[in-house]
């Protein structure tokens, strides 16, 4: 018998064997199918977060890596509906390899859920290096993606769609025809970068019959005021992100158009530079929904212009950037329309960023007085900060107490600043938050204060090698640092 065993177990075949029966005792064989779906989903989603792209197609990643592992689990995945109901489809996949049918059996997979579909399409510079050969799909009669626009089933279904274009003239034509219905979309991403000018009104007039649309985010390099003619249902929208150059003008006519607006971001507004005719005359509006506001400006700042005259009652976020450096970049500083917006709205503002505005420290101060239910204030390259500032921040004043506030950013600290004073102002605010109100030691300016960011340089650069304050001017930082009450990314 010993003389037998040596060829028995050294037999490939047996080996194979033996492995075979071991895997078909393992205790994942023994999970009950509901398990396993739940299981399948959250790897679907932790691909999604670690990859920032969800992908359907890639045999690498959740779902198409699980039907790979054996045929029970295939089953199972083919047979979990949530695990299909957000589909990433890439169009150079389906011009390459002609997966029509594929594709739409990744829709069938979903059953009747809702859809979240994301489209790309490929960028210019493969099609310009010759890797693609896409001749003739411009034309307007191949539409390839017939099988999805044209399908009832799957508009109906349709919850959110993310279409990411490139250079609109080297694609095909992916947009739905224009009388599509789409009784579930509640999410609409469109995404156009090149340098062709997209043709929005056509491209907007095709989602004009979503009666649920509530969110609209539309990013757009090159883009013409003939917006404002598409048919759209603006009234509609809760939330509302633009990023496309439009003047400021462009910019009020859609805003008070979206009635029952709750978050808005607005960037690359232009200023009115009609110097010939007067800006449109500006008529009072109510937003009485809209609680965040974004407003972005890509040369100077006319805030009056977007902001001028609405009402906004609800408002807790406000941030408004502007890309000058200098007084001569704009002519009034923003601090007059702040004050009207908050007499016509009586707002509790809690969050309130200022970039790039050409403020004094005594006008800042002005707007603070109006807003005392401030949670979070951030300062980012204002003409405000400076000495000056920083010695206000340091006195008591009961006009400006901001008793809710718990987070103070102001950047950039540069070595021009007195570092004396900008140390002085940070152990102040650090002492005085943790002292008890009395006759003697008024409330102070920050009570609640508890974290104070001074940032060297621009918080983007946050590698650059900024010059130093004097060493016991550093000392005094870095001792603030340690408590956590202070962050200095110099100190980090």
């Known amino acids: 018998m010993n003389s037998n065993s040596g060829p028995i177990v050294n037999d490939p075949r047996r080996v194979h064997l033996l492995k075979l029966l071991a895997g078909t005792l393992s205790s994942i064989r023994r999970f009950p199918p509901e398990i396993l779906s739940i299981i399948f989903v959250f790897c679907r989603d932790l691909d999604v977060s670690s990859t920032g792209v969800y992908t359907t197609t890639h045999r690498k990643l959740a779902p198409m890596l699980l039907t790979r592992i054996c045929s029970r689990w ?57 890797w693609l050969n896409l001749d003739g799909l411009n034309d307007h009669h191949h539409r390839w993606l017939d099988f999805l626009w044209t399908n ?13 274009v490139f250079e609109d003239d080297y694609t095909p034509n992916i947009f739905p025809l224009p009388e599509t219905e789409f009784p579930a979309l509640a999410t609409l ?19 004009k019959h979503a009666p649920l649309l509530r969110s609209l985010e539309l990013v757009v390099s090159n883009c013409s005021d003939a917006l404002l003619e598409a048919t759209f249902p603006w009234h509609q ?6 990023t496309l150059p439009l003047i400021s003008d462009v910019v009020r006519t859609l805003l008070v158009q979206c009635t029952s607006l709750e978050r808005t971001k607005f960037d690359n507004i232009f200023e009115w530079d009609n110097d010939l005719d007067p800006p449109p005359p500006q008529i009072p509006t109510l937003l009485a929904e809209l609680r965040d506001v974004e407003v972005g400006w890509k040369n100077g700042s006319q805030t009056d212009m977007v902001l001028g005259g609405l009402s906004l009652p609800k408002l807790r976020s406000l941030e408004i950037t502007s890309t000058f450096r200098s007084s001569e970049d704009v002519e009034e500083p923003p601090t007059p329309v702040l004050l009207a917006l908050h007499a016509c709205s009586h707002f509790a503002l809690e969050h ?18 109006v807003v005392p239910t401030l949670r979070t204030l951030n300062v980012r390259g204002c003409e405000c900060i400076d000495d000056e500032l ?3 921040l340091t006195a008591n004043d009961s006009l400006t107490t901001l008793p809710e506030l718990t987070k103070l ?39 609640c204060l508890t974290r104070l960011c001074l940032y060297r340089g621009h918080e983007q650069f946050v590698n650059w090698g900024w010059e130093k304050f004097a060493d016991d001017v550093e000392r005094r ?16």
Request: charged letters at 20%; one cysteine or more.
């Open 409 to 447: 950013e102001i950047h950039p600290i540069t070595p021009t600043l007195d570092g004396n004073v900008v140390a002085t102002m940070a152990e102040s605010l650090f002492e005085k938050g943790r002292t008890p109100a009395s006759i003697e030691a008024p409330i102070a300016m920050f009570p």
């Open 390 to 392: 920083f010695r206000m």
């Open 74 to 130: 295939r089953q199972i995945a083919l047979d979990t509906p949530r695990l299909w109901d957000n589909v990433h489809l890439q169009t150079t996949l389906f011009i390459r390899d002609g997966v029509d049918v594929f594709v739409a059996d990744l829709l069938q997979r979903s059953h009747v859920l809702p859809l979240s579909v994301t489209i790309d399409t490929p960028q210019s510079i493969f099609l310009r290096e010759g």
């Open 477 to 492: 930082i870095a001792v603030l640092c340690e408590t956590g009450f202070l962050v200095d990314r110099y100190h980090r």
């Open 237 to 242: 929208l809760t939330t509302l992100n633009m």
């Open 152 to 164: 009832p089933s799957t508009c109906r279904r349709l919850r959110s769609l993310t279409l990411d």
């Open 352 to 369: 309130l960023t200022l970039t790039g505005q050409l403020l004094t420290p005594t006008e800042l101060l002005s707007v603070l007085r």
């Open 189 to 207: 991403v469109l995404s156009m970068e090149g340098n062709i000018e997209p043709d929005l009104v056509h491209i907007l007039e095709s989602f």
